[in-house]
């Protein structure tokens, strides 16, 4: 079966398909219909813009036929004014409320962020998702005994990083690590794939944008990924794929307090 298929009665020969494919495997004479490349075998990414851009539906891949992609609403744009609200009411949540987050809900929010963009439409980004708290506190127990050893081995590292207050709150059981979070979603994937890093974390900043519209706050959880990339026990207890590495982390539940104002921020730009 062919890569691409063209269904001829129902395109309009308006070339869009040509231009918008970012490997340019699709070629087409003047007057003649749309053609496949020789090499397109072995050069499609499988990205699924032809498919995307076709207004008539007359494309379609072997992975994705266009009558089973959804039609995007025309009117789907909600205006500057709402996604600037959105984005910067965007808070890192670390009170989470004592419920647990239903799985229908989470689903949800892992549907939408595989739509996140990878390099070259590589989608090298795994998941990992605890929704125990007890295994969660169990994985925050080995990152508590990861700062005690950089205290004694690396105790600048530790003093700049106050591992100490942190390692005493927990033994007071207050958890700085994951705030008690319900659910621990980890990204990770290959090594050896340069777009792994990045892959990962757009897919979490994608995550994080997405929570609040699900009623989710969201909270990277930059100590328990610094010590799953270093931290023997931690890794072991992650059990993750031969050659994967974890790459981000994201705490996610209900927020226990709502927002009333945006704080101010600025920004440095070299306009040139």
Request: charged content about 25%; overall charge neutral; proline content about 6%.
């Amino acid at each position: 079966m062919a890569l691409i298929t063209i269904d001829n009665s129902k395109c309009k020969q308006d070339k869009i398909c040509v231009m918008e494919c970012p490997m340019q495997i699709i070629t087409m004479k003047e007057g003649e219909f749309p053609e496949v490349s020789p090499k397109a075998e072995s050069i499609c990414i499988n990205c699924g813009h032809c498919v995307a851009v076709c207004p008539t539906g007359a494309l379609s891949l072997t992975t994705m036929k266009a009558e089973d992609c959804d039609p995007i609403d025309k009117n789907w744009n909600p205006g500057v004014n709402v996604i600037e609200n959105y984005f910067k009411a965007r808070r890192s949540v670390r009170r989470f409320r004592k419920d647990n987050v239903e799985r229908e809900k989470l689903e949800k929010l892992m549907e939408i962020t595989a739509f996140a963009p990878s390099g070259h439409n590589s989608r090298p980004v795994e998941w990992i998702i605890y929704t125990e708290r007890e295994k969660i506190k169990s994985l925050v127990s080995l990152v508590i005994q990861w700062m005690k050893s950089m205290e004694e081995s690396s105790p600048e590292i530790a003093k700049s990083m106050h591992f100490d207050m942190i390692t005493k709150a927990w033994d007071f059981g207050i958890d700085v690590i994951t705030h008690n979070c319900p659910v621990l979603a980890i990204a990770h994937g290959k090594k050896s794939n340069p777009n792994t890093a990045a892959a990962c974390s757009i897919a979490l900043a994608h995550m994080e944008l997405i929570a609040p519209s699900l009623g989710l706050g969201a909270c990277w959880g930059g100590f328990f990924t610094w010590c799953a990339m270093t931290y023997g026990p931690l890794k072991e207890a992650l059990a993750m794929p031969e050659g994967n590495i974890i790459q981000g982390t994201m705490l996610l539940g209900y927020p226990l307090f709502k927002y009333s104002r945006i704080p101010k921020r600025s920004i440095t730009i070299d306009w040139r």
